[in-house]
T-cell receptor, first 113, second 115 residues
Framework: KQEVTQIPAALSVPEGENLVLNCSFTDSAIYNLQWFRQDPGKGLTSLLLIQSSQREQTSGRLNASLDKSSGRSTLYIAASQPGDSATYLC????????????FGGGTRVLVKP | EAGVAQSPRYKIIEKRQSVAFWCNPISGHATLYWYQQILGQGPKLLIQFQNNGVVDDSQLPKDRFSAERLKGVDSTLKIQPAKLEDSAVYLCASAFRDMSPTEAFFGQGTRLTVV
């Protein structure tokens, strides 16, 4: 059974500092890994999706890496802004399990002006 | 392209009452997921459909929760009777299976409060 863990559960940084969010998973036989953002009271917005054959994906200030052998993914947010304050969730896909999508507990980020 | 639609957005009910949530996935998406997200936690999969067949419902409390997917398109999730611990956000997502990469798209969710 796949378990996805995100540490820390909460993170507070001053504006301008780079953010590093960690995601670990127990079963390396994943299909894809997806990072989401969730604002309070809202649904999930997809940020980046990394295929199992890729090592990283980039979109603007966001960069996500994937290391299947160690069971880790990292989301980097450069030059953080107060608008980046949200909860960030990672989720892994298991093709063998019918494309089951398993989430971590999330990291709640606060960027202070 | 229209996104995943969910209704209602909010619902408040008393314990032991019944409630139903509706989800309309993105057109052409064969995979549909229902998740339960308790405050401060990550989403937990309740049930996954592939077209109108169930792929995984291992974490669905079947004594009180039920779900169906009509003609492989819209889906409803029902709770009967509700308990206080069912208070959560219920998220629906859809994905186009066999597309690589398989990316899930989520609706805005339904926030359920059981009092």
């Amino acid at each position: 059974k796949q378990e996805v863990t995100q540490i820390p559960a909460a993170l507070s940084v001053p504006e301008g500092e780079n953010l590093v969010l960690n995601c670990s998973f127990t079963d390396s036989a994943i299909y894809n890994l997806q990072w989401f953002r969730q604002d309070p009271g809202k649904g999930l917005t997809s940020l980046l999706l990394i295929q199992s054959s890729q090592r990283e994906q980039t979109s603007g200030r966001l960069n996500a890496s994937l290391d299947k052998s160690s069971g880790r993914s990292t989301l980097y947010i450069a030059a953080s802004q107060p608008g980046d304050s949200a909860t960030y969730l990672c989720a892994s896909y298991h093709k063998a399990a019918g494309n089951k999508l398993t989430f971590g507990g999330g990291t709640r980020v606060l960027v202070k002006p | 392209e229209a996104g995943v639609a969910q209704s209602p957005r909010y619902k408040i009910i008393e314990k032991r009452q019944s409630v139903a949530f509706w989800c309309n996935p993105i057109s052409g998406h064969a995979t549909l997921y229902w998740y339960q997200q308790i405050l401060g936690q990550g989403p937990k999969l309740l049930i996954q459909f592939q077209n109108n067949g169930v792929v995984d419902d291992s974490q669905l409390p079947k004594d009180r929760f039920s779900a169906e997917r009509l003609k492989g398109v819209d889906s409803t999730l029902k709770i009967q009777p509700a308990k206080l611990e069912d208070s959560a956000v219920y998220l629906c997502a859809s994905a186009f299976r066999d597309m690589s990469p398989t990316e899930a798209f989520f609706g805005q969710g339904t926030r359920l409060t059981v009092v």
